[in-house]
């Protein structure tokens, strides 16, 4: 089994600030998924990443793949209540299907 | 637009019942998943099917089993439902993109207890 840690685990925040939230492995992977899940839903998808060092933007939302394609970060400027949710890191690395590993997520709350 | 729905937001059952969870995907995806997410423990994937018919077993299969009869559907069931099924139940779709990552998309969820 592939382990994603992702810190911090939780995180409470005024709207306005900036944060970021961290995806880690010691396993290298083809590419990485990042997902928002509100209270009561299913995950959706944000991202994907597939190239080492890779950026992506999505409006206040930038995505980094770590060069070495083990790690990941999420960074969000200025939080909106809005983007309160459960953040999960998912990376794949092998053919098959069964190859795509989750983290156990990062908590966010964005206080009004 | 991707859809991925599933048959019960909420459930709730007793110890020893059958359960049926259904999964229907309207994108026409090869690669279907169950997941169960509980607190603390992130996603686990139970079973999951490559094709019709097709069905392979994931992390924690125990207790469970699925059927896939047709492309867009996918079951998930609990023979004999126990108290340490309780949990979230999540379905997925997933498809290829061009150079070899994935798009895998949920459904809303079961929250089953088994009481």
């Known amino acids: 089994t592939q382990l994603l840690e992702q810190s911090p685990q939780f995180l409470s925040i005024q709207e306005g600030e900036n944060l970021t939230v961290y995806c880690n492995s010691s396993s290298v992977f083809s590419s990485l998924q990042w997902y928002r899940q509100e209270p009561g839903e299913g995950p959706v998808l944000l991202v994907t990443?597939?190239?080492?060092?890779e950026v992506k933007k999505l409006k206040r939302l930038t995505f980094q793949f770590g060069d070495a394609r083990k790690d990941s970060s999420l960074h969000i400027t200025a939080a909106q209540p809005g983007d309160t949710g459960l953040y999960l890191c998912a990376g794949a690395n092998s053919p098959g299907l069964n190859n795509l590993f989750f983290g156990t997520g990062t908590r966010l709350t964005v206080i009004p | 637009d991707v859809k991925v729905t599933q048959s019960s937001r909420y459930l709730v059952k007793r110890t020893g019942e059958k359960v049926f969870l259904e999964c229907v995907q309207d994108?026409?995806?090869?690669?279907m998943f169950w997941y169960r997410q509980d607190p603390g423990l992130g996603l686990r994937l139970i079973y999951f099917s490559y094709d019709v018919k097709m069905k392979e077993k994931g992390d924690i299969p125990e207790g469970y089993s699925v059927s896939r009869e047709k492309k867009e559907r996918f079951s998930l069931i609990l023979e004999s439902a126990s108290t340490n099924q309780t949990s979230m139940y999540l379905c997925?779709?997933?498809?290829?993109?061009?150079?070899?990552?994935?798009?895998?998309?949920f459904g809303p969820g079961t929250r089953l207890t088994v009481t």
């Open positions: 990443v597939v190239t080492g060092g």
């Open positions: 997925a779709s997933r498809t290829f993109r061009t150079g070899g990552s994935y798009e895998q998309y």
């Open positions: 994108m026409d995806h090869e690669n």
